[in-house]
């Protein structure tokens, strides 16, 4: 509920005939009461609003969004009111999965209860929470880049009703895990671009722009057309492997590992990929804090690599200060209570490899992001050069060059308006290399955006674990103008 005179029947009037089926004005509520931390918080709950006007999926392709009671009273919360309260846009997806749109209090990943989620804590410090579902890759029609234009639709809705909504949308944070994170990445880089322009009109997307003000991303499975050739970096020689079973591919449920090691055939496409990843890496040209270089050489090492070092020395020091154990940590070096080096060969050996050669694009077209790269007729295809041209399946389709340009931040991060951005990746996490989020921490820093990039200590692939540290962030960046 901004000032800024975008006006509502205007910009849905050009939307289509249905237009005022996207005014939030028209929307029933239930009011709702729960307790988060001790806290009793009441708000107001608008589920299941569809965001778009001609749905492909219309399960799918709904908002829900809550707002705190107070704000229809006049009231204030942790300093926020009606008009100035950030809107935080939290998406489900997980495993490039469909996804409904959140509730607040539903269980996590693994179907644990932690206690207050991210939305619940929102709620508590004072913030609208919107939720938006999203088509996933099971569905012929909710193939890449699907999930990204419906993301992409529902911020378009919530501009478009800001005058009509409590919350201000030009303050909207993105949040997101694993393929969630990597889309809280993709929405926050992509903002505004036309390549997305014909497919939300053909949805009846609501006219408005569809720019943020700050993504959230944990671990996010990103930079996708890149992602093989930084796992053969970091994990090369690392033969043996625990990986998910492919039949368990909702990763909404839980993760089971099997045991294997890789193949000869395996190994020969691990050598072949982890030169690749060297070359793109240099022609990034990224720098570091100080304006120093982040390369690698023809094997692999280079200042690139020792910046990656260097943030786990940085998440090992804080564990080691807070008076954890890390002598049985054989890549670690520790000297007079501080971490002098740190191996990162031996650190990936003892991490462990998760995924076998190549990690994104199976050469057998077995993994869920050639599921993600599928058409309406095909429903796993590749997605990189490499795969498709060492692929074992029989007729196997490629993805076009513009649906993968489409699914990557890389193309977009240097023009986008989005200032604002938290990356977290535990050091135990196996899902992807530590470069891609490197690279993207790297590459927003080197394009002027504000960077919040950390590697929690020992945390596994997983997200919303630090609630206070990553509102208390919102706080600091939504209070500062
Ligand atoms: C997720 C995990 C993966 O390993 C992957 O390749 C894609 C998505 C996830 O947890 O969302």
């Given amino acids: 509920m901004s000032a800024k005179p975008l006006m509502l029947a205007a910009a849905l009037a050009a939307a289509g005939a249905n237009a005022a089926d996207l005014d939030f004005s028209k929307q029933p509520h239930t009011a709702q009461t729960m307790q988060v931390n001790g806290q009793t918080v009441q708000y107001r709950a608008f589920e299941n609003i569809p965001y778009v006007n001609n749905p492909v999926e ?35 997806i997980g495993g490039y999965m469909p996804a409904k749109a959140g509730v607040p209090g539903q269980k996590g ?29 099971t569905s012929p029609t909710g193939k890449a880049p699907a999930a990204i234009v ?41 903002a505004n671009q036309r390549d997305y322009a014909g497919r939300l009109k053909k949805l009846g997307a609501a006219e408005a ?22 796992y053969e970096w970091q994990f090369h ?34 050598g072949s990929l982890k030169p ?7 022609s990034l040209k990224l720098k570091n804090t100080q304006g120093k270089p982040l390369t690698l050489d023809k094997n692999g090492n280079g200042s690139f690599k020792d910046h990656i070092a260097a943030l786990l020395a940085q998440s090992a020091q804080t564990a080691l200060d807070a008076g954890k154990d890390l002598s049985a940590r054989n890549w670690l070096t520790v000297s007079g209570g501080k971490v002098t080096a740190v191996d990162f060969d031996q650190y990936a050996a003892a991490a462990g490899r998760q995924k076998t050669p190549p990690a994104f694009d199976g050469v057998d077209l077995s993994t869920g992001e050639n599921q993600l790269f599928g058409s309406a007729d095909q429903d796993k295809r590749h997605f990189t050069a490499f795969a498709a041209q060492n692929s074992t399946a029989p007729n196997a389709g490629r993805a076009d060059a513009q649906t993968v340009k489409m699914m990557s931040p890389m193309p977009y991060i240097a023009q986008t308006p989005t200032q604002y951005w938290r990356i977290r990746v535990g050091t135990n996490d196996r ?51």
């Fill in 209 to 230: 722009n569809d720019s943020i003000f700050a993504v959230s991303a944990y671990c996010p499975i990103s930079i996708l057309e890149h992602a093989d050739a930084a």
């Fill in 431 to 481: 899902d992807t290399s530590l470069a891609v989020s490197a690279i993207l921490a790297a590459k927003l820093q080197n394009s002027g955006k504000s960077v919040d990039y950390a590697l929690p200590w020992d945390v596994p692939h997983s997200g919303d674990y630090d609630l206070n540290e990553l509102f208390d962030w919102i706080d600091s960046i939504a209070k500062e103008k």
């Fill in 276 to 282: 690749q990843f060297a070359p793109y890496l240099n």
């Fill in 58 to 92: 219309a399960n799918y392709q709904t908002i829900n969004i809550y707002i705190p009671e107070a704000y229809f009273h006049g009231g204030s919360i942790n300093g926020y009111t009606a008009d100035t309260a950030p809107i935080f846009l939290p998406n489900k």
């Fill in 150 to 190: 419906d993301l992409k639709a529902a911020v378009r809705y919530l501009k478009a009703n800001d005058k009509a909504m409590a919350g201000d949308a030009r303050k909207i944070i993105s949040n997101g895990t694993s393929a969630g994170g990597a889309l809280s990445v993709l929405l926050g880089a992509s």
């Fill in 109 to 137: 990943r693994g179907g644990e209860d932690k206690g207050a989620d991210a939305m619940q804590v929102a709620l508590s410090r004072g913030l609208v929470v919107a939720s938006p579902g999203a088509r996933g890759r």
């Fill in 237 to 270: 020689g690392v033969n043996d492997y625990q990986k998910m079973n492919i039949t368990m591919l909702d990763y909404n449920v839980e993760r089971k590992l099997v045991k294997g090691t890789l193949t000869a055939a395996e190994k020969q496409l691990s």
